[in-house]
């Protein structure tokens, strides 16, 4: 098809029946910094042993392949010396089990959100790969996705807390204040998105949401907080259309609120992961999504991969397989393996 | 963070100061693909007026940034070396700005000035007005005395292109502190209406 070329040609290293590839060089642009794919790191072996990074997995829209790449990313990982946990924060409607061939498991989220387990470390479940462990999410309760603020907070406490190198949390589908609380909450938020318009509209709106809420995080006066919820309609009459007309706003009324929001902006940088993709113009719209949501919102969305669309993604699911432990040579599985190396590399 | 009328054109095509002429190209290519209309990456984000708005400013950026004279002219009015880098210059208004006051970059002086119309006529009164001599206009945006005369007298024969006038109005607007879009604006304006007498 051409779509990838021989990475093998392009160099890259096999390790344990898996071949890492090299970066494609479509995803490398001007003013991107060089990422370190892998150097110098052997199986078994990570940078640095102190570090914890929490990545979580939202976008907005269901079925764009969340939990897919959730389960897969984790195992890359584990795979490559890293201590990994994956949290099923679909709160009402998990099944990252399900990805990784488990199971419903006994023990759960709702467990320690109804508190029968004293600690979340107590509902963690091991898995077939080593260094990878499962922290299912709350299936049976049908009203946990709208858990009380406190219960929330707890949660999230909880899970930075845990002991790993890294935690994948997958969200679930939706803006709600939970799901925007628990994508904040990570060192780096990943949103995944599949090259249609109802996906990347879903997506923005997602974005939007997101960044709204941490910028009334930051801020502590009640009339900008006001001010940014009433933003978030775009026929507000306050006539704010984007973020630059809600910051214009905001420095009327409160100046020192108005720079801590512009210094949260420099911050926020989600991440972007482009799944299903067919063609190369596909792979285009993640730079394109890119320098949209540079111009509209000011921030910088990092473009991390894409994977492409793959038949045997459809086959690794229907037989409750990982992708990347069933078919490792496959297309998908090789684009997941890439954007792993990537996050293994992030400083 | 800027909205898009405050960019320098260098941020309106996402690329470095530095950037080559292919780097440009390349960048605006994309960014002709990004921004139009039907485009995917757009799509619910932004409406047809901001898309046109974006669409024009990309368009004006490409224009200049491969133009080696409007390029060098556009640098040295809105950059600054420091320690060997290039950097915008603090002190320059907003690009597009309509709330800055006229003002004399390099005399510090400050002149207001009755907005517009702008023709030749007018820009060559404001820039009497200031004590300005024409040859320092010329020294400062680095057009030549002959195209700012045919400028201020309208010439229209002797004028340059229309790409290429309206990076010297932009750049001799720039030096006298006028709003660069209205003067480009209203001076063409007034050129075809002249052409139509």
């Known amino acids: 098809m051409g779509l990838i070329c021989d990475e093998k040609q392009r160099g890259g290293f096999e390790w344990g029946g898996l071949f890492f590839a090299r970066p494609p060089v479509c ?38 392949g969340k939990s897919f790449i959730t389960a897969n990313i984790g195992i890359c990982l584990s795979k490559l010396g890293e201590r990994v946990i994956l949290i099923d924060a679909d709160l009402g409607g998990a099944n990252l089990h399900t990805f990784l061939g488990i199971s419903p498991p006994v023990l759960s989220l709702s467990d320690f959100i109804k508190k029968r387990v004293f600690h979340l470390r107590e509902v963690l479940i091991p898995t077939s790969t080593p260094n990878l462990q499962l922290l299912t999410g709350a299936q049976d309760l049908l009203n946990a996705a709208d ?7 707890k949660l999230i406490r909880s899970i930075q807390s845990l002991d790993s190198h890294t935690m994948l949390v997958d969200l679930g589908a939706g803006n709600s204040c939970s799901v925007l609380d628990f994508f904040l909450m990570s060192d780096g938020g990943i949103v995944v998105v599949t090259p249609e318009p ?17 910028l009334k995080q930051s801020v502590s006066s009640s009339s900008v907080k006001d001010l940014i919820d009433g933003a978030m309609d775009r026929k507000n009459e306050m006539g704010i259309q984007n973020p630059y007309d809600l910051i214009k706003a905001v420095r009327r009324v409160d100046e020192g609120d108005a720079q801590r929001m512009l210094e949260e902006t420099k911050t926020f940088h989600p991440n972007l992961i482009l799944n299903q993709v067919r063609s190369k113009k596909d792979i285009e719209i993640g730079f394109s999504i890119r320098s949209a949501c540079l111009k509209y919102f000011g921030i910088h969305l990092h473009y991390l991969g894409y994977v492409v669309y793959d ?21 998908a599985a090789q684009c ?4 792993a190396s990537k996050l293994v590399n992030r400083p | 963070m800027r909205p898009i009328k405050d960019q320098t054109y260098y941020e309106i095509l996402e690329v470095s100061p530095t950037a080559t002429a292919k780097e440009i190209q390349r960048a605006y290519e994309h960014a002709k693909e990004t921004f139009h209309a039907d485009s995917m990456a757009v799509y619910s984000l932004f409406s047809e007026e901001e898309v046109e708005e974006i669409q024009k400013a990309i368009e004006e950026a490409f224009q200049v940034l491969m133009d080696e004279t409007l ?19 603090p002190s320059e208004p907003p690009r597009g700005s309509k709330e800055k006051k006229p003002s004399l970059s390099f005399t510090g002086l400050s002149f207001n000035v009755e907005d517009g119309p702008y023709r030749g006529k007018t820009l060559k009164q404001i820039r009497e007005k200031m004590g300005i001599e024409l040859q320092a206009i010329s020294k400062e945006t680095k057009i030549s005395i002959k195209i700012l005369e045919s400028i201020e007298e309208e010439v229209s024969e002797k004028l340059p292109a229309l790409v290429y006038l309206k990076g010297f ?3 001799y607007a720039q030096s006298l502190g006028l709003n660069p879009q209205k003067v480009i604006e209203e001076y063409i304006h007034s050129l075809e209406e002249l052409k139509k007498k």
């Not at chain 1, 858990?147 to 907070?153: A, D, G, I, Y």
């Not at chain 1, 109802?198 to 941490?214: D, P, V, W």
């Open chain 1, 27 to 64: 995803l490398q642009q001007a003013g991107d910094k060089p990422i370190p794919y892998l150097r110098g790191i052997r199986v078994g072996q990570v940078q640095n042993n102190n570090r914890k990074m929490i990545w979580t997995i939202g976008g907005g829209k269901g079925g764009s």
């Open chain 1, 147 to 153: 858990s009380k603020s406190v219960q929330k907070r």
């Open chain 1, 198 to 214: 109802t996906s990347i509209e879903n997506t923005y709106r997602f974005l939007k949401s997101a960044f709204y809420r941490r």
């Open chain 1, 311 to 331: 038949q045997d993604v459809s086959n690794s699911i229907r037989r409750r397989r990982p992708l990347v432990l069933e078919n490792p040579k496959s297309r």
């Open chain 1, 336 to 339: 997941i393996m890439e954007i």
């Open chain 2, 71 to 89: 390029r060098k002219s556009y640098d040295q009015s809105h950059f600054q070396t420091v320690g060997g880098q290039l950097t915008e210059r």
């Open chain 2, 169 to 171: 109005l932009k750049n």
